[in-house]
């Protein structure tokens, strides 16, 4: 079965910083691309960056180039997503998702407001 457990988000000031880690397992995490993906209050979602499976190439929505960074440990099966200069607009529910798998994780909330 598989299963993406993540963790990290909370309320952060504009400017600030966060990182999300999304723990992988019932699957072989190094062959697989994987995403993050937000859903902002009231909206739908919003695809922000994929990694491919050696972390090797990265894709970023435009609005997240420079201050979002993902990343990936084959070792320890995570994902990351390392937020800086967040902005209000950035506030989300953030979820990791294997996109040829449709499987996803189960969200976080990320709350920027000062």
């Known amino acids: 079965e598989v299963q993406l457990v993540q963790s990290g988000g909370g309320l952060v000031q504009p400017g600030g910083s966060l990182r999300l880690s999304c723990a992988a397992s019932?699957?072989?995490?190094?062959?697989?691309?994987m995403s993050w993906v937000r859903q902002a209050p009231g909206a739908g979602l919003e695809w922000v960056s994929t990694?491919?499976?050696?972390?090797?190439?990265?894709y970023y929505a435009e609005s997240m180039k420079g201050r979002f960074t993902i990343s990936r440990d084959n070792g320890k099966n995570t994902l990351y997503l390392q937020m800086n200069s967040l902005k209000p607009e950035d506030t989300a529910v953030y979820f990791c998702?294997?996109?040829?798998?449709?499987?996803w994780g189960q969200g976080t909330q990320v709350t920027v407001s000062s």
């Open positions: 019932g699957f072989t995490f190094d062959d697989y691309a």
């Open positions: 998702n294997v996109p040829t798998l449709g499987s």
């Open positions: 990694i491919m499976w050696n972390g090797g190439s990265t």
